[in-house]
């Protein structure tokens, strides 16, 4: 806790190309409330530094993609279209 009697919380997050802050997972923080952001990174920002890694966990903690833990999203099995073998 600082001095002035406020807290810190550190989280992970994403800056899309309109220029909004997405992040990683959800806040344990209830609101509505105001907040200091204060955003930190490398000099040479560039999504394409982002390994693959990243990108899938950010994806997963999303709360956007949540529609797809719905069972009714599974609409494919194993036995719907064929195999693919690559010929080259």
Do not use: C
């Amino acid at each position: 806790m600082k001095e002035d009697g406020s807290k810190m919380l550190e989280v992970m997050g994403t800056i899309d190309e309109q220029h909004q802050l997405h992040l990683d997972a959800p806040l344990p923080l209830s609101g509505p409330s105001r907040v200091r952001v204060i955003i930190v990174f490398p000099e040479e920002a560039d999504v394409a530094d982002m390994d693959e890694k990243e990108w899938l966990r950010a994806a997963e903690q999303n709360p956007v993609f949540d529609f797809l833990k719905d069972p009714s999203e599974d609409r494919y099995t194993l036995r719907d279209g064929k195999p693919f073998r690559d010929q080259g």
